[in-house]
Protein backbone atom coordinates (compact mmCIF):
# COMPACT_ATOMS: atom_id res chain seq x y z
CA UNK A 1 0.00 0.00 0.00
CA UNK A 2 2.76 2.43 0.61
CA UNK A 3 4.54 1.82 -2.58
CA UNK A 4 1.00 2.54 -3.97
CA UNK A 5 0.59 5.67 -2.29
CA UNK A 6 4.44 6.67 -3.35
CA UNK A 7 4.13 5.61 -6.83
CA UNK A 8 0.59 7.92 -7.06
CA UNK A 9 2.39 11.00 -5.32
CA UNK A 10 5.42 10.73 -8.06
CA UNK A 11 2.53 10.11 -10.73
CA UNK A 12 1.01 13.77 -9.37
CA UNK A 13 3.97 15.30 -9.33
CA UNK A 14 4.98 14.57 -13.13
CA UNK A 15 1.30 15.51 -14.29
CA UNK A 16 1.42 18.89 -11.97
CA UNK A 17 5.47 19.37 -13.69
CA UNK A 18 3.92 18.36 -17.21
CA UNK A 19 1.73 21.52 -18.43
CA UNK A 20 4.24 23.93 -17.47
CA UNK A 21 6.34 22.66 -20.59
CA UNK A 22 3.45 22.28 -22.94
CA UNK A 23 2.38 25.61 -25.63
CA UNK A 24 0.72 27.98 -24.21
CA UNK A 25 0.42 31.86 -25.95
CA UNK A 26 1.96 34.46 -23.84
CA UNK A 27 2.13 38.36 -24.48
CA UNK A 28 5.73 39.35 -25.54
CA UNK A 29 4.72 43.28 -25.59
CA UNK A 30 2.07 46.19 -26.00
CA UNK A 31 1.36 49.16 -27.83
CA UNK A 32 2.02 51.58 -25.93
CA UNK A 33 4.05 49.65 -23.31
CA UNK A 34 2.86 48.78 -19.84
CA UNK A 35 3.31 51.61 -17.73
CA UNK A 36 3.88 53.99 -20.01
CA UNK A 37 2.96 57.98 -20.60
CA UNK A 38 1.93 59.72 -23.22
CA UNK A 39 1.09 63.34 -23.87
CA UNK A 40 -1.85 62.62 -26.83
CA UNK A 41 -3.82 59.39 -27.51
CA UNK A 42 -2.67 56.86 -29.68
CA UNK A 43 -3.77 56.05 -33.37
CA UNK A 44 -4.34 52.58 -32.17
CA UNK A 45 -2.77 50.49 -29.39
CA UNK A 46 -1.94 46.43 -29.65
CA UNK A 47 -1.05 43.68 -27.47
CA UNK A 48 1.60 41.22 -29.00
CA UNK A 49 1.75 37.30 -28.37
CA UNK A 50 4.42 34.69 -29.24
CA UNK A 51 2.03 33.45 -31.95
CA UNK A 52 -0.64 34.10 -33.91
CA UNK A 53 -3.75 34.30 -31.61
CA UNK A 54 -7.09 32.78 -33.26
CA UNK A 55 -9.77 35.90 -34.69
CA UNK A 56 -12.62 34.43 -32.83
CA UNK A 57 -13.82 36.21 -29.68
CA UNK A 58 -10.95 38.16 -29.96
CA UNK A 59 -11.10 41.43 -27.79
CA UNK A 60 -9.25 44.31 -27.00
CA UNK A 61 -10.80 47.12 -25.20
CA UNK A 62 -9.32 50.31 -23.60
CA UNK A 63 -10.95 51.68 -20.81
CA UNK A 64 -10.46 55.21 -19.15
CA UNK A 65 -10.01 56.69 -15.90
CA UNK A 66 -13.69 57.66 -16.17
CA UNK A 67 -14.44 54.10 -16.75
CA UNK A 68 -15.69 54.70 -20.09
CA UNK A 69 -14.81 52.85 -23.50
CA UNK A 70 -11.89 54.94 -25.38
CA UNK A 71 -11.58 52.18 -28.01
CA UNK A 72 -13.33 52.65 -31.37
CA UNK A 73 -14.99 49.71 -33.07
CA UNK A 74 -13.93 46.12 -33.12
CA UNK A 75 -10.30 44.84 -32.51
CA UNK A 76 -8.39 42.82 -35.33
CA UNK A 77 -6.00 40.85 -35.68
CA UNK A 78 -2.77 41.99 -37.81
CA UNK A 79 0.12 39.04 -37.71
CA UNK A 80 0.75 38.22 -34.08
CA UNK A 81 -1.06 40.95 -32.43
CA UNK A 82 -4.47 42.26 -31.85
CA UNK A 83 -5.09 45.96 -32.45
CA UNK A 84 -8.06 47.87 -31.91
CA UNK A 85 -8.67 51.88 -33.23
CA UNK A 86 -8.38 54.84 -30.32
CA UNK A 87 -8.05 57.99 -31.30
CA UNK A 88 -8.23 61.33 -28.97
CA UNK A 89 -8.73 60.52 -26.02
CA UNK A 90 -10.63 62.39 -22.95
CA UNK A 91 -9.65 62.61 -19.19
CA UNK A 92 -5.93 62.49 -17.60
CA UNK A 93 -4.99 59.69 -15.96
CA UNK A 94 -4.64 56.06 -16.58
CA UNK A 95 -6.23 53.83 -19.15
CA UNK A 96 -6.11 50.20 -18.85
CA UNK A 97 -6.01 47.99 -22.38
CA UNK A 98 -8.28 44.74 -21.39
CA UNK A 99 -7.37 42.15 -23.62
CA UNK A 100 -9.16 38.60 -24.20
CA UNK A 101 -7.68 35.82 -27.52
CA UNK A 102 -7.76 32.00 -27.78
CA UNK A 103 -4.27 30.75 -28.06
CA UNK A 104 -3.30 28.55 -31.02
CA UNK A 105 -3.96 25.95 -28.31
CA UNK A 106 -6.94 26.49 -28.12
CA UNK A 107 -6.66 28.09 -24.11
CA UNK A 108 -8.53 31.15 -23.57
CA UNK A 109 -5.81 34.11 -22.29
CA UNK A 110 -7.04 37.77 -21.39
CA UNK A 111 -5.06 40.50 -19.17
CA UNK A 112 -4.37 43.91 -18.79
CA UNK A 113 -1.88 46.88 -20.08
CA UNK A 114 -1.72 50.12 -18.75
CA UNK A 115 -0.90 53.43 -19.69
CA UNK A 116 -1.03 56.95 -18.81
CA UNK A 117 -2.25 60.03 -20.65
CA UNK A 118 -0.54 62.99 -18.88
CA UNK A 119 -2.42 65.85 -21.09
CA UNK A 120 -6.59 66.16 -21.26
CA UNK A 121 -7.45 65.16 -25.02
CA UNK A 122 -10.78 66.16 -26.89
CA UNK A 123 -11.95 62.99 -28.03
CA UNK A 124 -15.55 61.43 -27.21
CA UNK A 125 -15.73 58.65 -24.76
CA UNK A 126 -17.57 55.58 -26.05
CA UNK A 127 -20.64 53.90 -23.44
CA UNK A 128 -19.80 53.04 -19.91
CA UNK A 129 -17.25 49.63 -19.79
CA UNK A 130 -18.59 46.55 -18.17
CA UNK A 131 -17.65 46.71 -14.93
CA UNK A 132 -16.01 43.65 -15.13
CA UNK A 133 -13.97 44.32 -18.15
CA UNK A 134 -10.34 43.84 -17.30
CA UNK A 135 -10.94 43.01 -13.80
CA UNK A 136 -9.92 39.66 -14.49
CA UNK A 137 -6.51 38.23 -15.18
CA UNK A 138 -5.61 35.17 -15.94
CA UNK A 139 -2.41 35.03 -18.13
CA UNK A 140 -0.38 33.36 -15.20
CA UNK A 141 -0.50 30.76 -17.15
CA UNK A 142 -1.18 28.01 -14.85
CA UNK A 143 -4.02 25.46 -15.50
CA UNK A 144 -6.47 24.26 -12.71
CA UNK A 145 -6.89 20.78 -13.40
CA UNK A 146 -3.53 18.98 -12.89
CA UNK A 147 -4.62 20.30 -9.13
CA UNK A 148 -7.74 18.60 -9.37
CA UNK A 149 -6.44 15.43 -10.61
CA UNK A 150 -3.61 15.18 -7.86
CA UNK A 151 -6.80 16.32 -5.02
CA UNK A 152 -8.33 12.87 -6.79
CA UNK A 153 -5.50 10.85 -6.98
CA UNK A 154 -4.42 11.29 -3.14
CA UNK A 155 -8.44 10.89 -2.04
CA UNK A 156 -8.63 7.90 -3.85
CA UNK A 157 -5.54 6.86 -2.38
CA UNK A 158 -6.17 7.83 0.95
CA UNK A 159 -10.29 6.25 0.43
CA UNK A 160 -8.16 3.04 -0.96
CA UNK A 161 -6.11 2.85 2.42
CA UNK A 162 -9.10 3.71 4.68
CA UNK A 163 -11.58 1.11 2.95
CA UNK A 164 -8.57 -1.26 2.92
CA UNK A 165 -7.62 -1.43 6.51
CA UNK A 166 -10.27 -3.11 8.52
CA UNK A 167 -9.77 -6.44 6.04
CA UNK A 168 -5.93 -5.91 7.48
CA UNK A 169 -6.62 -5.91 10.90
CA UNK A 170 -9.39 -8.67 10.75
CU1 LIG B 1 -2.61 26.79 -23.39
Known sequence: MRALLVALLAFGALVVGAPAASAHSIVTGSSPEDGSSLAQGPDQVSVTFNEVPQSQFATLNVVGPDGNLWSKGDPRIEGQSIVVDVGELGPVGEYTLAYRVTSADGHPISGTRTFTLTEEGSGTAGASADAS?????????????PFLVVGVLVFGGALA???RKPKDAG
Not at 133 to 145: I, T
Request: net charge negative; charged share 20%.
Open 133 to 145: AGAESDDSGVPLW
Open 161 to 163: FAL
